[in-house]
């Protein structure tokens, strides 16, 4: 693994890849976050989990929505 694609020791994977989250160029093997560890994987799931909770909050039934019989 490393962050110059054409150091790859396997030639079919040498075609380039951005990581959105750490912005490094890897081969095709090793462009996805968890092939090459990265390290700006955390926040990038910090800030999933954040909006998921928001959004939860903000569909969360409360006495007031609930159509009285």
Same mark, same amino acid.
């Given at each position: 693994m490393t962050a110059n694609p054409t150091q790859c020791p396997s030639a079919a994977l040498r075609i380039a890849g951005d990581c959105p989250h750490c912005q490094r160029v890897?081969?095709?093997?090793? @462009? =996805?976050?968890?092939?090459h560890n990265?390290?700006?994987?955390?926040?990038?799931?910090?800030?999933?989990?954040?909006?998921?909770?928001?959004?939860?909050?903000?569909? @969360? =039934?409360?006495?007031?929505?609930?159509a009285q019989a």
């Amino acid at each position: 693994m490393t962050a110059n694609p054409t150091q790859c020791p396997s030639a079919a994977l040498r075609i380039a890849g951005d990581c959105p989250h750490c912005q490094r160029v890897f081969c095709s093997a090793h @462009r =996805t976050p968890e092939a090459h560890n990265c390290t700006g994987m955390q926040a990038c799931r910090d800030a999933a989990f954040q909006a998921n909770k928001e959004r939860l909050e903000r569909e @969360r =039934t409360v006495a007031s929505k609930i159509a009285q019989a």
